[in-house]
C-alpha cells in the first residue's frame, strides 16, 4: 500500500431518500451530515420523483455544512466519493452530477461507490486515530436494509462474496409492508421496533420459510401477516389497535428467527466466527440482542455499528472512497449511475 499522508474523502450519499455529505481523513471521520426527507411520510413510502427533486434542493448546503464542521478547508480535499448505486436512479443522478461538477471545479479524482460496499465498510469508519478494534478478514457480514437482505464473505475491504441473499423482498421491506397493512408511518421497521418491547413475541406464529442454502424470503411472512389480519379482523374489527404490540412483537420475532437461522448456519458452514451486521435494520433492538445471544453461543466475535452508521450515510461512502483512493480506483468524468447493482460490480 503507497504511503499517503493525509487523504481526506469527501463522500456523497444520495441513493434513496437521505441527502448526506461526509468528511473522512485518513479513515477517521471529522463530519457527517444527513438530510432525511420528509415529503415521503405522507405517501407511505418514497416518491422517485419527489426524492430527487429534494436530492438537489439539499445536497449544497448539505456539502457545504460537512466541510464546514469538518473543520477542513475545501482545497484540502483529496477525492470526491459518490454513491453509484444501487438505488433511484433520479436520486443518484444527483449525487453523480454533483461529484462531476465537484471534482472538475477542485481538480481532484472522484471515485464511484457502491452503496452495498458501504453499508459493509461502514464497520470501518473510525471514531477518532485511536479507535483500532475493527473486524478482521475475512468476516460475515449480514447486510440487512430496505432493499437487501444478505449474507457476504469479506475477504478484504473491496473484496466481497454474496454467498446467500433473499430471493424476493428484503427484511426492512417485510417490517415496512406489514407495518403499512397495521396502519404504521413509513418506515415502519423503528416503530414495529418500539412497539415490539410492549408486546408478547409468542402471542401469534406467522408461517416461516422453507428455502433451501443460505437463501432468504420474505414474502411469505408478508402474506401469513397479512391473511392473519385478514381473518382476525373478521371476528373482530378494532383487532389491529387492541393486539398492535403483540402483532409488532410477534412478527419482529419471527423476521429475526428467519435472518439468525441462516447466519448461524453460514457461519458453520464457512467456519468463520468474525461478524458483522449492517443496513437499516441491524438498527432492530430485538435483532442486535440475539446477534448478542448467538455469539455467546457460538464463540463468536461480533461487531455492532453505531446506530448513526445503521441507516444511510455518506461516513460510509466516504471510508469506502478512502480505501477505493489507497489503491488509486478512480472514476472517469463519462460515468454514469445504476439503479441496479450487486456488490462485488
Ligand atoms: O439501510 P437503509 O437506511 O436503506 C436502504 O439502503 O435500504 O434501511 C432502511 C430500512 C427500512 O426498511 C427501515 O424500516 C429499516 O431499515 N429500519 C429498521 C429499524 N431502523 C430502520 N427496521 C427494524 N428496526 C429498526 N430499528
Known amino acids: 500500500m503507497p504511503y499517503h499522508k493525509r487523504v481526506i474523502i469527501l463522500g456523497i450519499e444520495s441513493s434513496c431518500d437521505d441527502t448526506s455529505a461526509s468528511i473522512i481523513e485518513n479513515g477517521v471521520i471529522r463530519s457527517n451530515i444527513i438530510s432525511s426527507q420528509k415529503v415521503h411520510e405522507m405517501y407511505g413510502g418514497v416518491v422517485p420523483e419527489l426524492a430527487s427533486r429534494a436530492h438537489q434542493q439539499n445536497i449544497v448546503p448539505v456539502v457545504d455544512l460537512a466541510i464546514k464542521q469538518s473543520g477542513i478547508s475545501k482545497e484540502a480535499i483529496s477525492a470526491i466519493a459518490f454513491t453509484r448505486g444501487p438505488g433511484l436512479l433520479g436520486s443518484l443522478l444527483v449525487g453523480t452530477s454533483f461529484a462531476k461538477g465537484f471534482s472538475l471545479a477542485m481538480n481532484i479524482p472522484m471515485i464511484d461507490v457502491n452503496h452495498l460496499q458501504g453499508h459493509v465498510l461502514a464497520h470501518f469508519i473510525k471514531k477518532d486515530e485511536i479507535d483500532l478494534d475493527k473486524p478482521k478478514f475475512p468476516h460475515l457480514c449480514l447486510l440487512v436494509s430496505g432493499g437487501n437482505s444478505q449474507i457476504i464473505v469479506v475477504r478484504d475491504y473491496l473484496e466481497m462474496e454474496v454467498i446467500g441473499q433473499t430471493i424476493d423482498d428484503a427484511a426492512g421491506e417485510a417490517f415496512d409492508k406489514c407495518g403499512k397493512v397495521m396502519g404504521l408511518p413509513y418506515p415502519a421497521g423503528p416503530v414495529i421496533d418500539r412497539l415490539a418491547k410492549e408486546g408478547n413475541p409468542d402471542s401469534i ?76 435494520v441491524s438498527a432492530n433492538s430485538g435483532l442486535r440482542d440475539e446477534l448478542v445471544h448467538q455469539a455467546v453461543k457460538n464463540s463468536w466475535k461480533l461487531y455492532l455499528p453505531e446506530l448513526r452508521f445503521t441507516t444511510d450515510n455518506a461516513a460510509m461512502i466516504g471510508i469506502t472512497g478512502y480505501y477505493k483512493y489507497l489503491k488509486g480506483d478512480f472514476a472517469s468524468h463519462e460515468m454514469v449511475p445504476f439503479a441496479r447493482m450487486v456488490i462485488n460490480e
Open 205 to 280: 406464529t406467522f408461517s416461516k420459510p422453507r428455502i433451501p442454502g443460505l437463501n432468504y424470503s420474505f414474502s411469505g411472512l408478508k402474506t401469513s401477516f397479512l391473511y392473519h389480519l385478514r381473518d382476525e379482523l373478521k371476528i373482530n374489527p378494532d383487532y389491529i389497535v387492541e393486539k398492535q404490540a403483540d402483532l409488532c412483537a410477534s412478527l419482529q420475532k419471527t423476521i429475526i428467527e428467519i435472518l439468525i437461522g441462516k447466519l448461524v448456519r453460514a457461519a458453520k458452514e464457512t467456519g468463520i466466527k468474525e461478524i458483522t451486521v449492517a443496513g437499516g
